[in-house]
């Protein structure tokens, strides 16, 4: 397993005292008070906690994250800014991998990278109701260039989205290519892979086009706002007690009835007006699991350089000192779960 010895020291005690509120950190009325996005979005560096992604996909936290390299032969990380290229070891392990199998079997120039996770996971003040426990990933569908992108280019960065401008539900062939489909089917062959979303219309094209093992392609579910990228989500890691599994797929190619509802009028339709306003809600520190409290709370890693990944089994952060290198489609209303 991708677990660090030299951090197993604080795990499982350091999960129990911090829970207890016995080092540093919010308290828990805090905790209760403020949202959990503005705690977690806080945190600029990972806690020195042995890996553990906790929780579910949009109700956790992540312990013991690592970077993945803003560069790399294959691939390159977008949007910077924002520091949420951390993850689970295994997804960043898998992202590497399969960024250079893409390049290698299929021609696919290189992997552009976008939100993974926070350094401590957690939710997000925008963009994601998931990507909170480090086993997320955006893979955007337009191929890296043969260059390396300056700093300013990779937060600027706008990307082509696969389908019309005018009709959502039609893909754009301009920018849509078998490559694409390629990609995304080689994500969904990957065992460790759990889902894959795309925008439905992508959907249907595999559902045409595609020859291989059609089991797999159950993996590829239609959700809207995902015209331009494809999110892959890995299922929890061996080991990774605290994980909660998201349920399994339904049977079959999902290319079906399931399939054909996203091209109905129904999940585009707006949703009529409460007579009785919604009392606003956002998630605390309290709506998490217990050892969400520990992770925040824990001391972090020395720097970002201690936390970059490194391709070895050791991949947790360590405690050494070190630097590191160097569309508008509409939304439907009532949001569909992402099944």
């Known amino acids: 397993m991708l677990k660090s010895f030299a951090v197993r020291a604080l795990a499982p005690a350091a999960y129990a005292l911090l829970a207890l509120g016995l080092m540093a950190g919010p308290s828990a009325a805090a905790g209760r008070e403020t949202a959990a996005k503005t705690l977690f979005g806080a945190k600029k560096l990972p806690a020195a906690l042995q890996s553990d992604s906790i929780g579910s996909y949009a109700k956790g936290c992540l312990a013991g994250a690592v970077a ?23 997804l960043i392990a898998f992202l590497e991998k399969f960024s250079r199998e893409a390049a290698a079997k299929d021609g696919w120039r290189g992997l552009l ?91 249907r094209e595999l559902c ?27 299922r929890c890691p061996p080991g ?55 992770v925040l709370q824990a001391p972090a890693v020395s720097s970002r350089g201690a936390a970059i990944y490194r391709g070895s089994a050791d991949a947790t952060p360590s405690l050494a000192s070190a630097e590191e290198s160097v569309a508008s489609v509409p939304v439907p209303r009532p949001r569909p779960d992402m099944r």
């Open 240 to 294: 990774d007690d605290k994980c909660k599994p998201q349920a399994k797929i339904p049977p079959g190619d999902g290319c079906g009835k399931q399939l054909a509802w996203w091209f109905t009028d129904e999940p585009w339709r707006p949703a009529k007006p409460s007579a009785k306003p919604a009392t606003p809600h956002y998630t605390t520190l309290a709506d998490l699991p217990v050892a969400c409290r520990a």
């Open 68 to 90: 993945l390299p803003l560069t790399g032969p294959t691939w390159q990380v977008v949007h910077p800014a924002r520091n949420r290229n951390w993850g689970n070891p295994r």
């Open 208 to 234: 045409r086009i595609w020859k291989g093992d059609r089991s797999i392609l159950g993996k590829v579910r239609p959700y809207w706002h995902h015209d331009a990228h494809m999110h892959v989500r890995l």
């Open 113 to 203: 990278v976008g939100d993974i996770s926070q350094p401590r996971g957690g939710p997000m003040v925008d963009g994601h109701a998931s990507h909170q426990i480090g086993l997320d990933a955006d893979i955007w569908l337009t191929p890296m260039p043969n260059r390396v992108l300056s700093t300013r280019e990779r937060n600027n960065i706008e990307f082509d989205s696969m389908v019309q401008a005018k009709n959502h539900l039609e893909l754009d062939r301009s920018h849509w290519s078998n490559a694409q489909a390629r990609l995304i089917m080689r994500a969904a062959s990957e065992p460790e892979v759990q889902r894959i979303f795309v925008h439905p219309p992508i959907k």
